[in-house]
């Protein structure tokens, strides 16, 4: 008996059809994906991107997608290099580098730079002005990331330049992208992005651009610190009141009506009473304070300390006043009514070189 061949079925076979065409294309960009392509001038590998001046249009990146997630997804040795290439382009492009759907960085220069800064070395006839417009950034961008005071620069000197907005800054040993990107106003990312930190992170040493950021007005290299306020030394001469002293550092406290007590208002003798109302309310003039203090008990002496009244006996009716500190430098710190004008008070400084001009009642 002979058997007889069974006769092909497309009708049959026609269900599978669609899944064997698609496996086939799987597995071609698989294979693709997985070549090592350095050599090719169609590869989607970093250096390959380096040696074409970092130029990736937008086909390569959807192709370096498709061929990552394939190889995610069987498994492959490759995958994750793959995922890295990815990972490193696509964030190059989404920080907004070009409008155009390609990736455009400068070729490297320096090693112990990252590939954002350009070394530039300054030709005859140019200052920082014509270099800024060269490269459509603003003169403060490459003055403040080379200490330059001025837009001068003498020929052959070496500039590093931000291919950005922005400012090239050397890393410090303390310094992360967060601290980086908080203090001169920049983003995380874009530092990252702009100069290949994915990877490698930062290193202390290392020439980075910051993206969009300003030094603090601090660390510019023509800011000046202001001089320091010093307030002159005043003397004011009324020998009638036994006041003769040098003044330092004046204020005026205020002026004060309504103090009341024994002696007369807006005079010396009212204040320093009013700060010690535990001496006598029959002192007398401020010249007689001194001698009628310590015939009560109290202790005079030539030394100051903080809540002693100080006392001049010379002139017609002598001078008090309040002994508020005792600075380290012999200095005290005094407040007084009546030093020149009636009721207003003054808070200075007394030299150390006129305290023993005055009697101290403790």
């Known amino acids: 008996m002979t058997k007889r061949k069974k006769k092909f079925s497309f009708e049959r076979w026609k269900g599978f059809l669609p899944y064997l065409v698609a496996g ?6 698989v294979i693709i994906g997985s070549l090592d ?13 380096a040696a074409n001046n970092y130029d990736v249009s937008t086909d390569q990146l959807s192709e370096l997608y498709m061929v990552a ?3 995610d997804a ?5 995958a994750s290099d793959v995922a890295s290439n990815y990972i490193i382009t696509n964030t190059m492009y989404d920080s907004g580098q070009t409008s155009t759907g390609k990736l455009e960085k400068p070729s490297i220069t320096n090693i112990a730079a990252s590939r954002g800064v350009i070394e530039y070395t300054v030709e005859e006839g140019e200052d920082v002005n014509t270099i800024a417009e060269k490269y459509k950034v603003s003169a403060d961008d490459i003055r403040w990331s080379n200490k330059l005071k001025t837009t001068d620069v003498a020929a052959g000197t070496v500039l590093y330049i931000p291919s950005t907005s922005g400012i090239v800054y050397t890393v410090k040993s303390d310094d992360t992208a967060e601290s980086i990107a908080e203090k001169y106003g920049s983003s995380v990312s874009e530092i990252i992005a702009l100069n290949d930190l994915e990877v490698s992170g930062i290193s202390e040493g290392m020439r980075i651009v910051i993206k969009g950021g300003t030094l603090p007005e601090k660390e510019r290299p023509e800011y000046v610190a202001p001089a320091p306020v010093v307030r002159p030394s005043t003397t004011y001469t009324y020998t009638y009141l036994g ?16 103090l009341g007590g024994p002696y007369g208002a807006g005079q010396c003798t009212q204040w320093a009473w009013y700060k010690r109302q535990d001496l006598p309310n029959m002192l007398g003039n401020a010249n007689s304070w001194a001698y009628n203090a310590a015939a009560y008990g109290y202790q005079v002496d030539r030394t100051p300390s903080a809540g002693a009244i100080f006392q001049s006996g010379s002139g017609w009716y002598g001078h008090v006043g309040y002994v508020e500190a005792v600075n380290g430098d012999g200095s ?3 407040s007084e009514m009546n030093y020149g004008i009636p009721y207003r008070v003054i808070r200075s400084t007394i030299p150390a070189s006129s305290v023993g001009n005055f009697n101290y009642i403790h």
């Open 24 to 29: 086939v294309i799987t597995l071609t960009l």
């Open 37 to 49: 392509k350095h050599n090719s001038e169609v590869s989607l590998s970093l250096s390959s991107f």
């Open 69 to 71: 997630d394939l190889s």
């Open 74 to 78: 069987l498994g492959l040795a490759s």
């Open 243 to 258: 006041s003769t002293s040098e003044r330092q550092n004046i204020e005026v406290v205020g002026y004060f009506y309504g």
């Open 332 to 334: 005290i710190v005094v």
